[in-house]
Nanobody, 124 residues
Framework: QVQLVESGGGLVQVGASLRLSCTAS????????MAWFRQAPGKEREFLAS????????FYSNTAKGRFTISRDNTKNTVYLQMNNLKPEDTATYYC?????????????????WGQGTQVTVSS
């Protein structure tokens, strides 16, 4: 059974940093492209960043570029999202996702597995 478990969310103040983690089990982690998405109440799920199998290639949305950094540790079956200079508009539930495709995608429907999400709330 495949499981993706996110952690590291919480309530922080404007300008703070958070590091989210997502640990996978039940799948060959190093064979999957990994990504982070987020969803705010009343909004569609939004792509943030993806990282290739070998941790060399990364892709970011314009929202995430410059403040967020995605990375992975294949020895720990874990993908990370470092978030800096957080803003109130970053408040959302953050999800990690796994994609068995060769080419990285920004589309929700391309991802095969999802975690349950971790809540990030940025207070002003």
């Amino acid at each position: 059974q495949v499981q993706l478990v996110e952690s590291g969310g919480g309530l922080v103040q404007v300008g703070a940093s958070l590091r989210l983690s997502c640990t996978a089990s039940g799948l060959p982690f190093s064979s999957y492209i990994m990504a982070w998405f987020r969803q705010a109440p009343g909004k569609e799920r939004e792509f943030l960043a993806s990282v290739a199998r070998n941790d060399v290639y990364t892709f970011y949305s314009n929202t995430a570029k410059g403040r967020f950094t995605i990375s992975r540790d294949n020895t720990k079956n874990t993908v990370y999202l470092q978030m800096n200079n957080l803003k109130p508009e970053d408040t959302a539930t953050y999800y990690c996702a796994a994609d068995a495709s060769i080419v990285a995608s920004r589309m929700v429907f391309d991802y095969d597995y999802w975690g349950q999400g971790t809540q990030v709330t940025v207070s002003s």
